[in-house]
């Protein structure tokens, strides 16, 4: 049996990002965190439907040195121990690197699909950046844009669905009919 999955952006979608200058930056340090207000109950909705919890984010500035792996992972341990997340798994590459985890890339999501056994194509990427909209169609997943009306550039790529807020993500999702066969 093939699970689904929603994979989430980390800032901006889970935690307010610090906006300058109209660009999202994600906080430095554990004491900058805060995570918004819709996001547990969405959470909780969207485990309701049996879906593995997974985040997938970029964190360029720990290559860059602005940002240590520590704080970094103190931020990362603190939404798994308040909310209902399966697995983070984090990108510390900057765009230089040409890794194959950095979102627009899959690669994290091929890394669940053979490992947890989650099947893309039942699956969905919500994210508040153009990167991961693109990062779930090269995936074959459904796409939910959180337009949180940055400075920069939409997806190449149209989203499945677009909203406010990760609560009207998973009310949509609620809303569409369960495939068959899934766990």
């Known amino acids: 049996m093939m699970r689904r999955a929603i994979f989430l952006d980390r800032d901006g979608v889970l935690n307010r990002a610090l906006v300058r200058k109209g660009l999202p930056y994600p906080p430095r340090q554990l004491t900058e965190l805060e995570i918004l207000p819709d996001v547990p109950q969405a959470l909780v909705q969207l485990r309701a439907l049996d879906f593995t919890l997974i985040v997938v984010t970029n964190q360029p500035d720990v290559a860059r040195g602005t940002v240590s792996r520590d704080a970094v992972a103190a931020i990362n341990d603190r939404l798994k121990a308040v909310l209902p997340i399966d697995v983070i798994l984090t990108c510390f590459h900057d765009e230089g690197d ?23 194509g039942h699956s969905y990427m919500i994210g508040d950046r153009w990167r991961d909209i693109d990062a779930g169609l090269n995936a074959g997943c459904r796409t939910v844009f959180i337009d949180r009306g940055y400075a920069e550039r939409w997806p190449l790529g149209a989203a499945d669905h677009v909203c406010a807020s990760l609560g009207e993500a998973a009310h949509w ?5 369960k495939p068959r066969g899934l766990e």
């Open 98 to 120: 040409n890794c194959v985890c950095r979102k627009p890339k899959p690669g994290f999501m091929y890394q669940m699909r053979d490992e947890r056994g989650i099947s893309l």
């Open 173 to 177: 999702i609620a809303s569409l009919p």
